[in-house]
Structure formats: C-alpha cells, structure tokens
C-alpha cells in the first residue's frame, strides 16, 4: 500500500490508518475552525474600560444640611485611538444620591455625542464612547456635570466625599451644617407656601400650603392652588388637615380636627380650592398636594395659591428648578498623508492614406483611409492614512481603487482587521482541507481493498 498504513490489533482485526496527507489536511482544518472562533470571540471583545479618565471633580456648596442638593462638575479625558464602546465610569460616595434625569449626552461643539451617559439606581455614572471617537481619536477629553442630593446626616465638620472612578479615587471636600439646635421654631405666623422635587429622576413636585393661626371666634379659610406650566396638578395626592397641634417641622400633627371640620374641595389638573367653614380660633390649615411634570423641557416650575382668612387674601409662590446633568467633549482627526499619482494619457493615432489614380483609355479611381485610433489612459490615485490605534490594535486604513475596500473592510466592526481574514473565510478554507481530507482517506482505504 502506497497511502495507507496497515497496523494489527490483535487476531482478525486490522486498523486502517489515514493516509499521511489525510491526516495533516483534517489536522490544519481543524487548527483554522478554531482560529476562527477566537479571531470572532476577540473582535466581538474590542470594548475596553477605561480608568481613571475623570481626572477632576468639583463642587461649589456650603454649609451643606442633609437632603440638600449638591451640584458638581468634572473633567475627562481618555487614551488616545480609543473605540466607540469603550467606557468609563464614575462612582457616587455614600453619602450621595443621583438627582436629575439618568441619561445623558456629552456633546462635541457641532452637536455629535461624544459619550452616552447613565446613572444607575446605585450611583454608579458609566459614560460610553460613540462613533464619533472613530473620526477624532487624538486628544479626546472634555467636561461634565451633574446634581446629588445630600442624604447623610451633617455636623458642622467638612466632609471627604471620595469618588470610585476606575481603580482611582477623586476626594471632594463638602462642607457641612448640623441640624438645628435652638431657636428653631417654625414661624406660623404667615401664610407660606413651599415646593421641592418628590423624586430623584425629578418627574412629581410635591407642595404644602400653610395658614396661620384662626384668630377670630368663627372664621372661614380657603386655600387655593394652580400649577405653572409644564405642571399637572395630582387631585388624587391630595390631603387636607387642620389642627391646634404643630410638630418640630412645624406642620399639623395629631390630635387632628379632620373629623371636626370637613373642607370643600374642588380640584382638577389645572385648579384646586379647599375651604373650612366655622372654624374656631387657633386652628392651622395645611393643603398637601403633588404635581406632575408633563412638559420635561422647562428649566423651573411654579406653583402658585393663595390663603384667604377673614376677608383677607395672602398670595403664596413657589418654583423648582428642574437639575439637567450634561457636559461636553472635543478630540483632534488623526494626521493623515496624502499621496496623489499624476494623471498619464497616451493616445496613439495612426491614419496611412493610400491613392491610386492610373490614368488610361479608361479611368480607375482607388481610395483607401483606413484609421486607427488606439486610446490608453492610465490614471492611478492613492490616499495612505498613518495607523490608527484602536483599542489596542493597530488598524491602517486606506482608500482607493483597491486600497479603499481593503481599508473600509477592516475599519467594519464584523472583520477582523489584525488578520486579513473573517471568519466566513477561514470556515470556507478549513472545509475545503476537511474534504480533501476526507477523499484522501477514503482513497486509501480502496488502496487497501486492492
């Protein structure tokens, strides 16, 4: 036998080995289906994290209380030849709570996002490279900023606020004020009226209308409300309560004359009235009622109301402003060179004229022009582009009658730019040895039957 080996195993039977170039054919096709599993595995992998590319973190509050609201601002910058997906993030302490919407956009100057943002439920900011860093890889670094709320409770000390970004830390100092001590009665002697934000994402306002005290021995008290625009009044939030007793913050609080004196409400999205008739002296209302934001393009929204008591109207007014977070980013095209091939034309024009004009009894006339024009043109343009980094491999790109292609290709998320092969490529030439392969074996087994 010429191709095959022939072993024994033991009495009657014969083990039929594959041919020698069976064997390495089914051996090499092997080897490349699985070189292009892990070429797609790593090019599917590109996305990379990238820490410590906040490099700064600032803030402006003072004399900060608990739930306050705590504006802060940051700078980044990332490696240059970073890849669209690549991320970076960015760690709240403790301390703080993510207040505002919870994505965002830094943008470059004409407007392109540079980086999708997103705060999670756990503070945790994650900022994702876009496109645009394919066109602008070199120093690309920009700002950004964002509100927290305070929800620790303060002493009169400085706080370090220390932020995780990556493997880094980035301490703040906050300075804070504790509670009040003394003197901290709540002054009831006016009609007021306040507003705050009842959610962290911002969507629902929550307000609480105060009278003061009845002074007359039987008096009638209405509270009125109307949203601002971009505000929607939540009829079903409302609570109306009247009392003698007033807690630490200063609002009504049990024994409560609810049951006592019932109000007339009326109330819809865009108007609310509450009234207490025959009320005795020292009795405080309170209007507790929510809204929600149906218009989230407005910077601040306003409530006004009003507290009328003895023939006497007291207007009352509030406003939130409503905390954006955002920022920006700008990086540099990479260099490139240029190099242009001249245009060449080379035009061939051949036109032999033959007459013949023989002269006799009679008279011949004959004429050939035959004309040749053969027409070359050659015209050549190349563009070369210095290597780009991105994330960590090295791409060069190029375009052109041919050179293009080649460069767009591997420049396509789906090729694997490092290799000059995808996949697709590498399973059609690992099937085409796997049955040259397989024939070869079978040929060797006819070998031995012969």
């Known amino acids: 036998m010429t191709n095959a080996d022939v072993g024994h195993a033991g009495p009657g039977t014969t083990l039929i080995r594959l041919p020698g170039v069976g064997r390495w054919l089914a051996a090499l096709a092997a080897c490349l289906v699985v070189a292009g599993a892990t070429l797609l595995g790593a090019g599917a992998a590109r996305a990379a994290t990238i820490d410590g590319a906040i490099t700064s ?5 003072t004399n ?26 960015l760690q709240l302490p403790p301390q703080l709570r993510w207040f505002g919407s919870a994505d965002f956009d830094l943008t470059a100057p004409d407007g392109q996002p540079v980086a999708h943002a997103h705060a999670g439920a756990d503070g945790l900011v994650v900022f ?10 070199v120093d690309l670094h920009g700002t950004c900023h964002f509100s927290t709320r305070y929800s620790a409770e303060t002493t009169d000390e400085t706080v370090h606020l220390d932020f995780q970004v990556g493997d880094q830390v980035v301490r703040v100092d906050l300075p804070t004020v504790g509670p009040c001590t003394h003197d901290c009665a709540v002054d009831r002697t006016e009609a007021s009226k306040y507003m705050w934000w009842d959610d962290t994402s911002q969507t629902t306002t929550q307000s609480v209308i105060r009278t003061p005290a009845t002074t007359l021995a039987v008096s009638d008290v209405t ?30 609080t049990t024994p409560r004359d609810d049951a006592q004196y019932v109000p007339e409400i009326s109330c819809t999205t865009h108007a609310l009235s509450v009234t207490w008739s025959d009320v005795p002296a020292g009795e405080y209302a309170e209007l507790w009622v929510r809204a929600d934001v149906v218009d989230p393009s407005l910077a601040t929204y306003g409530n006004d109301g009003s507290v009328t008591m003895d023939g006497r109207t007291t207007p009352v007014h509030d406003t939130v402003r409503h905390s954006d977070a955002g920022g920006d980013g700008e990086g540099t095209p990479s260099p490139t060179t240029t190099t242009s091939t001249s245009t060449t034309t080379s035009t061939t024009t051949t036109s032999p004229s033959s007459t013949t004009s023989p002269t006799s009894s009679s008279t ?42 080649l460069g767009q290709g591997l420049m396509d998320d789906t090729a694997l730019a490092f290799t000059g092969f995808d996949a697709v490529q590498l ?11 397989i024939l070869l074996t079978g040929l060797g087994r006819r070998s031995r039957g012969h």
């Open 57 to 61: 973190i600032t803030t402006t509050a």
């Open 64 to 89: 900060t209380t608990q739930w306050d609201r705590v504006d802060l601002a940051c700078t980044w910058a990332v490696p240059d030849g970073s890849s669209p997906g690549d991320t970076f993030s």
């Open 128 to 137: 994702t490279l876009t496109d645009y860093v394919r066109t602008h890889p």
């Open 223 to 252: 509270i009125t409300d109307a949203p601002g625009p971009g505000l929607a009044l939540d009829c079903g939030s409302l609570t109306a309560t009247i009392g003698k007793v007033l807690d630490a913050d200063g609002n009504v």
């Open 364 to 405: 011949t006339s004959s004429t050939t022009s035959p004309t040749t024009s053969p027409s070359t043109t050659a015209t050549g343009t190349g563009t070369v582009t210095p290597p780009v980094t991105t994330g960590g491999v090295v791409v060069t790109t190029g375009s052109g009658t041919t050179g293009g292609a």
């Open 427 to 437: 399973a059609g030439v690992a099937a085409v040895l796997l049955g040259s392969g």
